[in-house]
């Protein structure tokens, strides 16, 4: 079958969009600056909330970030000797996103671990109503860097623990899109990512699922997670190659098919640096990532299809990851553990431009098995093998590009493995900090509102209510209630 390739120039990218339904504007949104910038759309031309994406959004991260419309870039061309050109942007391809918190645990930081400090009498209290202005800053260099490549580079600095900026998730891609017949569309990309799930255009996995933002002191980032939901960016580093497809057919281009692969590998070596520093360590008991590095490399898939009808566009898809962790992280060893991660996950989307409305409803499953190497020398697990099951559904609505709502569940269960996702370590005054099984079982609801005074200004105040914590229920002579991990967060995000 022949096919022509498309370079998807504005008019051509508009044109092929408009007909996509439900890819039409939708309602408020807050994304990078730099891409309004080259694209001269609004915010809400590719994203609900950031970072929802709508159908017009995910078209132009398949196309690898490279749309541009109002000021297209430079090309310089050698004047003597071979003639290698260079493409400069017209407009600033950097954005900072700015996000500060506040936040007040029912049972204080105490329950979490944190510091305490001692009243008159010897009774202990623990610092809480923290406030982290700022919590972090991004900064990001993202746009077209020629006609078919693009970027999207993520340097954050967190003022958790003793700071400091790393790359969160960021990748380099090329693509091209090729007209296979009138109503069928097939865009081909490459990139070179350090985070699983980056690449990926729907809200539903781990490194774009909801709740979206969580403060640094809250209790929800320390309910047990798998190693693909512990793997974002700086978090466990990582370096990936893959390669994605995605199939744009039918009557008005309503079928979407999309298929990712990737392999990565450590981006930081194996063991000891031989020139000073310390070596990569990824949290220990405290979180599941582990304290190992990967040996050899870890297969990750993706596969989604997509349907778009009216104003409502629906996904069903699966992503998997098979993972090799050495048990000695210092001096590694033949000795691995092995994390599998399968999912299975949905979107429904509901875009009303006329009144400015949105409506997106999101399902996300994964089923983890975990293989230890053997407990009795390595220390790092009560349990030789295990599994670790987490469900996270959640829905946003978004009134006239102004106020939201989310609301979301989450449920967590797995093998109790007392050694790998930590006991009744005592901190400040003996209140353990985890149950006394290991268990990693954690259920919890919450609500979320929020205002836009402006598209790159957010402030928004969340409630996390657990019926159980890390196997805890109902408070004991030696354990807190699950209650005392209830969480009140107001958030407030920034960008330029």
């Given at each position: 079958?022949?096919?022509?390739?498309?370079?998807?120039?504005?008019?051509?990218?508009?044109?092929?969009?408009?007909?996509?339904?439900?890819?039409a504007?939708?309602?408020?949104?807050?994304?990078?600056?730099?891409?309004?910038?080259?694209?001269?759309?609004?915010?809400?031309?590719?994203?609900?909330?950031?970072?929802?994406l709508?159908?017009?959004?995910?078209?132009?991260?398949?196309?690898?970030?490279?749309?541009?419309?109002?000021?297209?870039?430079?090309?310089?061309?050698?004047?003597?000797?071979?003639?290698?050109?260079?493409?400069?942007?017209?407009?600033?391809?950097?954005?900072?996103?700015?996000?500060?918190?506040?936040?007040?645990?029912?049972g204080?930081?105490?329950?979490?671990?944190?510091?305490?400090?001692?009243?008159?009498?010897?009774s202990?209290?623990?610092?809480n109503?923290?406030?982290?202005?700022?919590?972090?800053?991004?900064?990001?260099?993202?746009?077209?860097?020629?006609?078919?490549?693009?970027?999207?580079?993520h340097?954050?600095?967190?003022?958790?623990?003793?700071?400091?900026?790393?790359?969160?998730?960021?990748?380099?891609?090329?693509?091209h899109?090729?007209?296979?017949?009138?109503?069928?569309?097939?865009?081909?990309?490459?990139?070179?990512?350090?985070?699983?799930?980056?690449?990926?255009?729907?809200?539903?996995?781990?490194?774009?699922?909801?709740?979206?933002?969580?403060?640094?002191?809250?209790?929800?980032?320390?309910?047990?997670?798998?190693?693909?939901?512990?793997?974002?960016?700086?978090?466990?580093?990582?370096?990936?190659?893959?390669?994605?497809?995605?199939?744009?057919?039918?009557?008005?281009?309503?079928?979407?098919?999309?298929?990712?692969?990737?392999?990565?590998?450590?981006?930081?070596?194996?063991?000891?640096?031989?020139?000073?520093?310390?070596?990569?360590?990824?949290?220990?008991?405290?979180?599941?990532?582990?304290?190992?590095?990967?040996?050899?490399?870890?297969?990750?898939?993706?596969?989604?299809?997509?349907?778009?009808?009216?104003?409502?566009?629906?996904?069903?898809?699966?992503?998997?990851?098979?993972?090799?962790?050495?048990?000695?992280?210092?001096?590694?060893?033949?000795?691995?553990?092995?994390?599998?991660?399968?999912?299975?996950d949905?979107?429904?989307?509901?875009?009303?431009?006329?009144?400015?409305?949105?409506?997106?409803?999101?399902?996300?499953?994964?089923?983890?098995?975990?293989?230890?190497?053997?407990?009795?020398?390595?220390?790092?697990?009560?349990?030789?093998?295990?599994?670790?099951?987490?469900?996270?559904?959640?829905?946003?609505?978004?009134?006239?590009?102004?106020?939201?709502?989310?609301?979301?569940?989450?449920?967590?269960?797995?093998?109790?493995?007392?050694?790998?996702?930590?006991?009744?370590?005592?901190?400040?005054?003996?209140?353990?900090?985890?149950?006394?099984?290991?268990?990693?079982?954690?259920?919890?609801?919450?609500?979320?509102a929020?205002?836009?005074p402006?598209?790159?200004?957010?402030?928004?105040?969340?409630?996390?209510?657990?019926?159980?914590?890390?196997?805890?229920?109902?408070?004991?002579?030696?354990?807190?209630?699950?209650?005392?991990?209830?969480?009140?967060?107001?958030?407030?995000?920034?960008?330029?």
């Amino acid at each position: 079958m022949a096919f022509k390739i498309l370079s998807l120039e504005p008019k051509k990218f508009l044109a092929l969009t408009s007909v996509i339904g439900g890819m039409a504007m939708s309602a408020n949104a807050w994304a990078l600056p730099s891409f309004a910038r080259q694209t001269g759309w609004t915010c809400a031309t590719c994203h609900t909330s950031f970072p929802q994406l709508t159908p017009m959004g995910r078209m132009f991260k398949l196309m690898g970030f490279t749309t541009t419309n109002l000021q297209p870039q430079q090309e310089l061309k050698a004047k003597v000797g071979n003639e290698i050109r260079l493409f400069l942007p017209r407009v600033s391809q950097f954005s900072v996103f700015v996000q500060a918190s506040a936040t007040n645990v029912a049972g204080g930081q105490k329950v979490l671990g944190g510091p305490g400090a001692t009243r008159s009498g010897g009774s202990t209290v623990s610092s809480n109503n923290n406030i982290q202005a700022p919590q972090q800053v991004s900064l990001f260099y993202a746009g077209a860097l020629s006609t078919h490549v693009g970027d999207f580079m993520h340097l954050t600095y967190s003022g958790s623990g003793s700071g400091g900026f790393g790359f969160d998730d960021s990748a380099v891609v090329h693509t091209h899109a090729y007209s296979l017949a009138r109503n069928n569309t097939l865009i081909v990309g490459e990139d070179v990512n350090n985070t699983p799930t980056f690449m990926d255009v729907w809200n539903t996995s781990t490194d774009w699922n909801s709740p979206f933002y969580v403060s640094d002191y809250g209790a929800d980032g320390a309910v047990p997670t798998s190693f693909i939901g512990s793997s974002p960016g700086a978090a466990f580093p990582l370096i990936g190659v893959g390669a994605y497809v995605a199939d744009i057919f039918g009557a008005n281009r309503a079928n979407w098919l999309y298929f990712d692969f990737d392999v990565y590998h450590n981006s930081e070596g194996i063991g000891a640096p031989p020139n000073g520093g310390g070596s990569f360590n990824a949290g220990g008991t405290s979180s599941h990532v582990n304290t190992g590095q990967m040996q050899g490399n870890a297969p990750y898939i993706r596969l989604a299809y997509q349907h778009d009808w009216s104003r409502w566009n629906w996904e069903i898809g699966t992503y998997d990851m098979w993972t090799k962790l050495y048990a000695d992280p210092i001096a590694p060893s033949g000795a691995v553990n092995q994390f599998n991660d399968y999912d299975i996950d949905s979107q429904l989307q509901y875009l009303d431009i006329s009144d400015n409305n949105n409506l997106t409803l999101r399902l996300n499953y994964i089923h983890e098995t975990q293989k230890f190497a053997d407990p009795a020398v390595y220390g790092d697990s009560s349990v030789s093998s295990g599994n670790l099951n987490t469900l996270n559904l959640s829905a946003t609505y978004w009134w006239h590009d102004e106020w939201a709502a989310q609301g979301g569940f989450q449920n967590t269960t797995g093998t109790a493995n007392a050694l790998f996702w930590g006991t009744g370590a005592s901190n400040n005054g003996g209140v353990p900090l985890w149950s006394s099984n290991g268990s990693p079982n954690s259920t919890d609801e919450w609500v979320e509102a929020s205002y836009l005074p402006w598209w790159n200004m957010r402030f928004s105040v969340r409630y996390t209510l657990f019926n159980k914590f890390r196997g805890l229920t109902g408070a004991t002579a030696t354990t807190p209630s699950a209650s005392k991990f209830n969480t009140v967060e107001l958030l407030a995000w920034f960008s330029y």
